[in-house]
């Protein structure tokens, strides 16, 4: 890996996020404005379906995009991606496929394609290095989604390879915030937990049901600072190579809801329904090549989760359910 790649990205440069309105997406939109970039494109889904080859290609010749930042996909829980692995295969590929080919057949200066963590075997040693990517099996529940996005980094480095095209993709951990998914079920762990505990208070129950022993370990980050990771990665790698964007510390689920039911006044004991699977106890990922870059995040799990049900106490009627 090169450490001294430098980019600088205009202030007026077109960039074109996909997924904007997506909770990285939009945390992508609010980290470049803030950063001066006043040049920002997006489309909602019912207005550029991304899957539509040709509609995402008129849309780059009308648009002309200089850079591209992947943050649209089918994205779901371990319960939503067992039961349609079809669809987030299909729909995944299709929306990257077409995005890159474009970045690429547009003549973009730079794309970076945003993956997952699921991409990487259950058998890799802990934490996950980048260098443990297609050395074995990856989760069954999620193999769909987890192939789709394994098949994004091909993409990005057969268009490297072949047509010199300075595209990048990286690896996040499991994210939580703003606009984030609170359907239940189907969605994410961390947003679900937030509702049902915000729930549970407004109910007045005395006691809070825990999927599983809810002694796995998980690693969490903001997706504001995945946002920030994505341009520092825009300005400072180069290489074919996924890169992670982790946390670099995990938190047992027990612990996690024990810091949001402090957040959201959830005073009642805790059970747990043992009838519901685990997962695998640890995934946390080796962010040990972004950090040698010079970047790590910025916000803490206990000011996220307060942060995070700031902003759903104050979008009760708009959230996504
Ligand atoms: N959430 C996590 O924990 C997590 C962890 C690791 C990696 N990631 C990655 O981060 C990226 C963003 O995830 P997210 O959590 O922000 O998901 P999200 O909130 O569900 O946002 C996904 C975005 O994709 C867009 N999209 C979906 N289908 C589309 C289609 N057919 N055509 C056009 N746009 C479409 C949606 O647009 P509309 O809103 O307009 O429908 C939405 O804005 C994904 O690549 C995901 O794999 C997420």
């Known amino acids: 890996m090169r450490t001294d790649f430098r980019h600088e990205i205009p202030t007026d440069a077109k960039v074109f996020i996909a997924g904007h309105r997506g909770m990285v997406g939009s945390a992508i939109w609010r980290r470049f404005e803030a950063e001066g970039y006043h040049n920002l494109v997006g489309r909602r889904s ?14 780059f010749a009308q648009q002309k995009p200089d850079y591209l930042i992947d943050a649209a ?4 829980g371990i319960y939503g991606n067992d039961a349609a692995p079809a669809d987030f295969l299909s729909d995944n590929l299709r929306m990257q496929v077409n995005l890159l080919d474009a970045a690429k057949e547009f003549g973009l200066t730079r794309a970076l394609f945003l993956g997952s963590s699921c991409i990487y075997p259950t058998t890799a040693p802990l934490p996950i290095s980048e260098d443990s990517f297609m050395t074995g099996p990856v989760e ?42 609170f359907t239940i079920p189907g969605g994410h762990a961390f947003p679900m ?45 180069d290489d074919g190579a996924p890169i992670n964007i982790g946390a670099g510390s995990e938190i047992e689920i027990n612990k996690l809801v024990a810091m949001m039911a402090d957040v959201i006044g959830f005073e009642g004991s805790f059970s747990h329904d043992l009838s519901k699977p685990d997962g695998v106890k640890s995934k946390i990922m080796d962010s040990g090549r972004i950090r040698s870059l010079g970047w790590e995040p910025k916000i803490g799990l ?20």
């Open 46 to 59: 019912s207005d550029l379906d991304l899957r539509d080859r040709d509609a995402t290609f008129d849309f």
């Open 73 to 76: 996909a089918k994205v779901g």
């Open 140 to 181: 069954q529940t999620n193999f769909g989604y987890a192939i789709a996005k394994a098949t994004g980094v091909f993409q990005v480095q057969a268009l490297r390879q072949q047509y010199g095209c300075s595209f990048i993709s990286a690896m996040p951990c499991n994210l939580y915030g703003f606009g984030d998914n």
């Open 193 to 237: 937990l937030m509702r049902r505990l915000h729930e549970a208070v407004q109910a007045g129950d005395d006691d809070f049901l825990i999927y599983g022993t809810g002694t796995t370990l998980r690693e969490y980050l903001h997706a504001d600072d995945v946002a920030d990771a994505s341009l520092f990665l825009l300005r400072r790698y």
């Open 302 to 321: 206990s000011d996220g989760i307060r942060l995070v049900y700031d902003w759903f106490l104050a979008n009760q009627d708009s959230y996504r359910r």
